[in-house]
Structure formats: C-alpha cells, structure tokens
C-alpha cells in the first residue's frame, strides 16, 4: 500500500514524496557510447508520440531557459518521448521511483536508448550523450502544476545542469499520471553529433549525484 508524506523538496516549495522517494532531488544519470552505426533517430515518428499539452509545456519552459542563456533550442524527438512515457509507466506501475529499472535490459538511460532503438528497427548514432530527469508528484493541480514541477527541477544543481547542457541536441518528455492522480515525469535528453568529444558532462562521476561516463554498447 502506497504511504503519501508532505514534505519539503530542496529549494522548492512543499511537494509530496512517496513513500522514502524524493520527488525532487533525485541524481541524473548522463552516459555516453561511441563504436555504433550511424543515423538519426528522428526517423522514429508518429501520431502516437507527439506531445501531449503537459509534455509540450515542459519542453517550452525548458527551452524558455536556454534561450535566455543563448543556448541552442532542443528539438522533440519522438524516440526519447517513446523511452521517456515507457519510463514513467514502468515507475508507477511497479512503484519505483529511479532512472534505473529492473527491467532486464532497460536498466539504464542508455540501455533503455539503445533498446528502443533496436525495437524500432533503426541504426543507431555513432556517438550519444543520453541525459535523465525524473520527476514525482502525488497531486497534479493548478498549485504544483507543470511549471511547479519546472522548477522544482531547476533549482537542484544536477537537473538544472542537465536542462542547461550546451551539447544536448534534442529532448522527450513522458508524462503518466495514474488512476489515483499521481504524476510521473521523465526527461530524455540526446546529444547525437560525432563532432562532440565523449567526455564526462559536469558534475563528480561517482558520487551517485551526476554523471557516469563511456558506458559501453551492448
């Protein structure tokens, strides 16, 4: 049975947790594969992927942010939407709250990248940059809305690094909200472009908090 706290995120006003989950705070997890086969994977696209009003809204404000850092606008693409609303599923249908899954297969951001992928019948890039934000709420209301769940995002230092990344290229977002009214959100970001060295993005690798580097393929 599913226990609901009101507590209080990190900067942010009140949010709900679940259980031990924080719905804020929670570790990006950003991972780079080199040594794959070349194409883009915007070829994924369909009806049933195109945003819904809340995932369009995320991306708006996401993108509101890097334009006033001069930084490059992220493109939807239908792919990481497909892995990011899978994601969120998975974490409300098995009552976790994490990037990683204990989907055999899907542990990972990249993995779950690299699967979908696959399953799609594509090529995939010769070198990617896969970033994750997730998020929870117990409630979605005019009060902790969308733009709550922003900037919640934004002011813990390892989601903001990944919404501000200059390499990302491209972002989905999946929302999923359950029958109970709890709203699930995952945040895929790409960055597809071989020009881009595979180096670590900010943070301290290994400290559980921001990055994790040169992830093989498999």
Same mark, same amino acid.
């Given at each position: 049975?599913?226990?609901?706290? #009101? %507590?209080?995120?990190?900067?942010?006003?009140?949010?709900?947790?679940? /259980?031990?989950?924080? $719905?804020?705070?929670?570790?990006?997890?950003?991972?780079?594969?080199?040594?794959?086969?070349?194409?883009? $994977?915007? +070829?994924?696209?369909?009806? +049933?992927?195109?945003? =819904?009003? =809340?995932?369009?809204?995320?991306?708006?404000?996401?993108?509101?942010?890097?334009?006033?850092?001069? %930084?490059?606008?992220?493109?939807? @693409?239908?792919?990481?939407?497909?892995? !990011?609303?899978?994601?969120?599923?998975?974490?409300?249908?098995?009552?976790?709250? @994490?990037?990683?899954?204990?989907?055999?297969?899907? !542990?990972?951001?990249?993995?779950?990248?690299? !699967?979908?992928?696959? $399953?799609?019948?594509?090529?995939?890039?010769?070198? !990617?940059?896969?970033?994750? =934000?997730?998020?929870?709420?117990?409630?979605? =209301?005019?009060?902790?809305?969308?733009?709550?769940?922003?900037?919640?995002?934004?002011?813990? *230092?390892?989601?903001?690094?990944?919404? %501000?990344?200059?390499?990302?290229?491209?972002?989905?977002? /999946?929302?999923? +909200?359950?029958?109970? /009214?709890?709203?699930?959100?995952?945040?895929?970001?790409?960055?597809?472009?071989?020009?881009?060295?595979?180096?670590? %993005?900010?943070? #301290? *690798?290994?400290? /559980?908090?921001?990055?994790?580097?040169?992830?093989?393929?498999?």
């Amino acid at each position: 049975m599913r226990s609901t706290l #009101k %507590l209080r995120a990190i900067a942010a006003a009140p949010l709900f947790f679940s /259980g031990l989950h924080v $719905t804020s705070a929670q570790p990006v997890s950003t991972v780079s594969v080199s040594s794959l086969s070349a194409n883009d $994977t915007t +070829q994924a696209r369909g009806s +049933q992927y195109e945003p =819904n009003d =809340n995932e369009r809204e995320f991306v708006n404000l996401i993108n509101a942010e890097r334009k006033s850092r001069g %930084l490059t606008l992220l493109q939807i @693409d239908p792919l990481l939407t497909r892995i !990011a609303r899978a994601h969120s599923r998975e974490m409300a249908e098995k009552n976790y709250f @994490d990037h990683y899954s204990p989907t055999p297969g899907l !542990a990972t951001p990249m993995a779950r990248y690299i !699967a979908t992928i696959k $399953t799609a019948g594509m090529m995939a890039p010769v070198f !990617a940059i896969v970033g994750e =934000n997730i998020y929870y709420c117990s409630v979605l =209301n005019a009060k902790y809305n969308v733009e709550h769940a922003h900037r919640a995002l934004m002011n813990s *230092p390892h989601h903001r690094a990944n919404i %501000l990344e200059p390499r990302y290229e491209k972002v989905g977002i /999946g929302t999923y +909200q359950d029958a109970v /009214g709890e709203f699930w959100v995952s945040e895929e970001f790409l960055c597809n472009t071989k020009d881009y060295a595979p180096k670590p %993005l900010a943070g #301290k *690798p290994g400290d /559980g908090s921001s990055t994790v580097a040169a992830e093989p393929s498999e």
